[in-house]
């Protein structure tokens, strides 16, 4: 460290720090077993750590110092692990017809029914935001089953069954749905459906995922009390546990349907994840291929974190990504334009 001055080596030492955790994230992410849960955490912190690299990337290169090639080998080591946080796609593919299939994915939180936006009118909005993007297959988590009648224009549903006592899920289409069922996680509230859909010659399998939920949310005041700081980092470690589980639950299902598959969901985890390279497996991320800026779907003490996803088998064309700057739940509705090859 020949050259620095005392400052610098102290941001030296904070920067070989910050590449130490994000290679600890990116071996982790691969082990196939999970020797240590409390890395788990990581998942959540590695957006922020990418952004700190590019920020010491941009220090040491206005200083003309070569430490610049750290942050620059661990940037580059996160992308050959997780593939890229920040989408530069520009071009919109806002094509329709029979050929071509809208889905939409959107954790609605209730329709707001408990009030927790204070405004008048939040879940109608809802109700008027997606009829005005009318997408062909709506995906929606947490959802109300009362809504279903502002959605006459989807004439075929599957919904969780009320006899499983769980949060409710729901899958609406446009086309119509032959097949579909529930996998009933154990010891929690939430749920995975999916439905069977008919599309042209083809049947499509769609999965609705909603992942253990934090059941609390991070805030300043849980990491400046030691009490409550530990309470929240066995509750995260808990909740990726439970995660992890669940992910085993619906990997054993889908790996056995006979059909083209797509994801979408609310896995409340980010994809630097095992939870969610365990999801994904060999499918298509449409953000990765088509999305965007960093794909917001949810604000982690403020930062902007993608854990609502949707994923195609291979064999789908991915036309386009969208993520909406809409406020109406705490969590932001993304949309997808895919393509079979059968309906070129």
């Known amino acids: 460290m020949k050259g620095l001055s005392f400052f610098d080596k102290v941001v030296f030492a904070i920067n070989i720090l910050v590449v130490s955790i994000l290679l600890l994230a990116c071996i982790y992410v691969f082990l196939p077993f999970q020797f240590l849960r409390i890395l788990s955490i990581l998942s959540l912190v590695v957006p922020g750590i990418l952004v700190l690299h590019v920020l010491f990337l941009i220090y040491w290169l206005l200083k003309r110092k070569r430490q610049f090639i750290y942050s620059m080998i661990a940037i580059l080591i996160g992308y050959m692990s997780f593939g890229h946080f920040y989408g530069l796609n520009t071009s919109k593919d806002d094509s329709i017809g029979d050929k071509n299939l809208k889905i939409m994915s959107y954790n609605v939180w209730g329709f707001n029914r408990n009030g927790w936006i204070k405004e008048e009118g939040v879940g109608d909005s809802i109700i008027t935001f997606i009829k005005n993007q009318s997408p062909d297959i709506l995906v929606i988590q947490e959802h109300s089953r009362i809504r279903y009648q502002q959605l006459r224009q989807y004439p075929y549903r599957s919904e969780t069954p009320i006899?499983?006592?769980?949060?409710?899920?729901?899958?609406?289409?446009?086309?119509?749905?032959?097949?579909?069922?529930?996998?009933?996680?154990?010891?929690?509230?939430?749920?995975?459906?999916?439905?069977?859909?008919?599309?042209?010659?083809?049947?499509?399998?769609i999965y609705n995922l909603h992942l253990q939920s934090f059941k609390i949310i991070p805030s300043s005041d849980n990491f400046s009390d030691s009490e409550k700081s530990e309470k929240l980092?066995?509750?995260?470690?808990?909740?990726?546990?439970?995660?992890?589980?669940?992910?085993?639950?619906?990997?054993?299902?889908?790996?056995?349907?006979?059909?083209?598959?797509?994801?979408?969901?609310?896995?409340?985890?980010?994809?630097?994840?095992?939870?969610?390279?365990?999801?994904?497996?060999?499918?298509?991320?449409?953000?990765?291929?088509?999305?965007?800026?960093?794909?917001?779907?949810?604000?982690?003490?403020?930062?902007?974190?993608?854990?609502?996803?949707?994923?195609?088998?291979?064999?789908?064309?991915?036309?386009?990504?969208?993520?909406?700057?809409?406020?109406?739940?705490?969590?932001?509705?993304?949309?997808?334009?895919?393509?079979?090859?059968?309906?070129?």
Request: aromatic share 12%; net charge neutral.
């Open 163 to 205: 006899s499983a006592a769980r949060a409710t899920q729901a899958i609406f289409s446009k086309y119509p749905i032959i097949g579909q069922g529930s996998l009933d996680l154990p010891e929690t509230m939430n749920n995975i459906i999916y439905a069977d859909i008919v599309f042209g010659s083809d049947t499509l399998r």
């Open 233 to 344: 980092l066995r509750r995260l470690v808990g909740t990726f546990s439970k995660q992890t589980d669940q992910a085993k639950i619906f990997k054993e299902h889908i790996d056995k349907s006979p059909y083209p598959n797509i994801i979408c969901g609310d896995f409340n985890n980010t994809q630097f994840s095992s939870v969610y390279k365990m999801v994904k497996g060999n499918m298509e991320d449409t953000f990765l291929q088509k999305g965007s800026g960093f794909g917001r779907t949810y604000d982690l003490l403020k930062f902007p974190i993608r854990i609502d996803y949707i994923l195609a088998d291979p064999e789908f064309e991915i036309l386009s990504h969208q993520n909406f700057d809409v406020k109406l739940s705490d969590h932001y509705p993304i949309m997808a334009t895919l393509k079979l090859p059968s309906h070129q």
